[in-house]
């Protein structure tokens, strides 16, 4: 029998964290049953990068791929969750001994999924690859890698760069997971972003089995 399958979304919720300086996250209902309306309406306003969502390669590349153009199998398949117990940011020598291959979809599971999650402000220390793991990835040929934070790149540090390199190579980003309730290991992963037209990201909703 197949085990259930597990959400490894967070929530939108009005106000949460993200990333700072992009727009708050607001849900509102604008008409209410309780006043009256013949129906709950709400309301949303976002940036595309908000709680779990995907990157395009369009985020960082001026003429990329832009969410509608994603193809399904980088975020349908098998997958593998790493876990990295790492004080700032992985690195190519955290990954040079996990045997990754070709083609592979990867989660990385740090503290973030429960230390930064937990937190009310945007976490400014949370756990991110550092550029020359990125580039690695790209070497490696990796299809997916899916982070349990708001970025893959850190904040103050090499945001930008481990972007560029990555989208720029065409690896479809996953951000903003929570893995705290997934042990490392090999799952069937179903990831679909919301299709949204000349878009530089989406959020979705992500499963494992
Ligand atoms: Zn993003």
Redesign the pocket.
Known sequence: MKRPWKDISVPLRDGMAHWPGDPECRITRVNKMEEGAVCNLTHLSMSA?TGT???APR?FVADGLTMEQMPLEPVIGRCRVVEFEVESQITADDLKDLRLLPGQRLLFKTRNSTRSWAMSEFDKDFISIRADAAQLLVDLKIVTVGVDY??IGGYGKDVVETHQIMLGAGIW?I?GLNLAAIKPGYYDLICLPLKIEGAD?APCRAVLR
């Open positions: 990068h969502h995907m990157d985020h708001l970025s980003v951000e990201g």
